[in-house]
């Protein structure tokens, strides 16, 4: 079993930066495979950048988003984070942290993942 909390969503205005955090419950948190994604109203959920430690650690982002969003992990705190640069107001959405168990290398899609978090709100103010 895998129990996923995020925190760190808010009200932001453009411009600013903002760092998302997952909290994990698992006793096989070093080799999951992470991700984030996120979902606006009427939209489908996206996909946004994974992180894996099999066969070697790997963070991978979705081309667009290279440029502005970082994951990076912390295996000893049980944390995966999402580090966003230069918010604009289309990146308002629900955030949503996902596990999985398998360990999958460059996962992206939802069926990839068979845990999730709750979701965070983040409003980006124009």
């Known amino acids: 079993q895998v129990h996923l909390v995020e925190s760190g969503g808010r009200l932001v205005q453009a411009g600013d930066s903002l760092r998302l955090s997952c909290a994990v419950a698992?006793?096989?948190?070093?080799?999951?495979?992470l991700g984030w994604f996120r979902q606006a109203p009427g939209k489908e959920r996206q996909f946004i950048a994974g992180?894996?430690?099999?066969?070697?650690?790997?963070?991978y982002i979705e081309e667009s988003m290279e440029d502005r969003f970082l994951i990076f992990r912390d295996n000893d705190r049980k944390e995966v984070y999402l580090e966003m640069f230069s918010v604009k107001p289309e990146d308002t959405a629900v955030y949503y942290c996902?596990?999985?168990?398998?360990?999958?290398?460059?996962?992206?899609?939802?069926?990839?993942?068979?845990?999730w978090g709750r979701g965070t709100q983040v409003t980006v103010s124009s």
């Open positions: 698992s006793r096989s948190f070093s080799t999951l495979t």
């Open positions: 992180i894996n430690t099999w066969p070697r650690r790997s963070a």
């Open positions: 996902a596990a999985d168990e398998y360990g999958k290398s460059n996962a992206r899609v939802v069926g990839d993942f068979g845990y």
